[in-house]
């Protein structure tokens, strides 16, 4: 959160009994024209409730510490007054009850994600039923050579043409990425991988964070004269090759976007659900939410 809401104000709420931590919330709180919001902040997948249960629960005593502990996150919510609240929750979080109960609402969205990377030739032999992703990979797999090295500045500049390229501007701000990029691969929690052509010129760029659980793919792009999906498929073979035996499983970061969907489905990944919980107090928000849109 440091890293992604650097010079923005964020916090954490706490669901305490006595001194004893029972859930966190953390949360980025903006603030325009007098309005205060909590949206999900950038480079963030998801945010949502953190769980510190007891050992051993029972599911029906799991669910009531879950519950007990939401309704003082909840508390904790109403007390910093935001006339709207976003925020997707991990996908570990699948009952919302208590939320609902307070008046919120809820939409699910959904990543995509191999369970399993440790054995890369299964994985790779999960890949489409036609086998044609692994036919497309093959194909080109020779036309480039992997950059296990690429600096932050170098991507988030490869990162914003790539927008430009397409007639939109790169709604990742640069400082963002190189922050996002730098730190984690200071800690070897992130990796920044390219594919470079015969000539040595970058044409397409994945980023990814990533603990002992799960990698989450978090930016891509390619070179403007790239068409083909292909090298990206590559590279993203290539990425999971080198992380197999740095993390367990791969996140696609998903996307409700049908073509991307098919995509990132492709690769033999399991649809995974995740639960975007909202609320608006204040009735402005539903003409600025409109807009938006």
């Known amino acids: 959160m440091d890293v992604v809401c650097e010079g923005k104000e964020w916090d954490v709420i706490l669901a305490t009994d006595g001194d004893r931590v029972l859930a ?37 005593r799991r669910a009531d510490f879950e519950h007990n502990a939401c309704d003082k996150l909840i508390k904790g919510l109403r007390e910093l007054h935001p006339g709207y609240f976003c925020q997707r929750f991990a996908p570990s979080v699948t009952d919302w009850l208590p939320f609902h109960w307070a008046g919120f609402r809820q ?22 039923r036609s086998k044609e992703r692994q036919r497309r990979i093959r194909r080109i797999a020779d036309l480039y050579t992997v950059d296990t090295d690429i600096d932050s500045a170098t991507f988030a500049s490869f990162h914003s043409e790539y927008w430009h390229s397409r007639g939109q501007r790169d709604i990742t701000p640069e400082p963002l990425m190189r922050r996002v990029i730098d730190t ?15 000539d040595g010129k970058l044409q397409a760029a994945w980023f990814a964070v990533y603990d002992s659980h799960c990698a989450h793919a978090l930016l891509s792009a390619k070179a ?70």
């Open 24 to 60: 966190a919330l953390p949360y980025l709180i903006r603030s325009r024209f007098g309005l205060r919001y909590i949206i999900q902040p950038q480079l963030t997948q998801f945010s949502g409730p953190v769980f510190f249960p007891p050992a051993d629960l029972s599911p029906q």
């Open 107 to 128: 939409t699910t969205r959904y990543t995509y994600r191999i369970d399993d990377i440790s054995d890369t030739q299964r994985v790779f032999d999960s890949f489409d």
């Open 184 to 198: 984690a691969t200071s800690r070897s929690q992130g990796l920044a991988l390219g594919l470079r052509d015969t």
């Open 224 to 293: 403007p004269d790239i068409q083909s999906a292909d090298i990206s498929a590559l590279l993203i073979w290539r990425m999971i090759e080198i992380l197999s035996d740095r993390t367990a499983s791969f996140d696609f970061e998903g996307s409700m976007d049908p073509s991307l969907e098919y995509f990132y489905r492709s690769f033999g990944a399991r649809q995974v659900p995740l639960l975007e919980v909202s609320r608006i107090t204040n009735p402005l928000f539903h003409i600025i939410l409109r807009l938006h849109r």
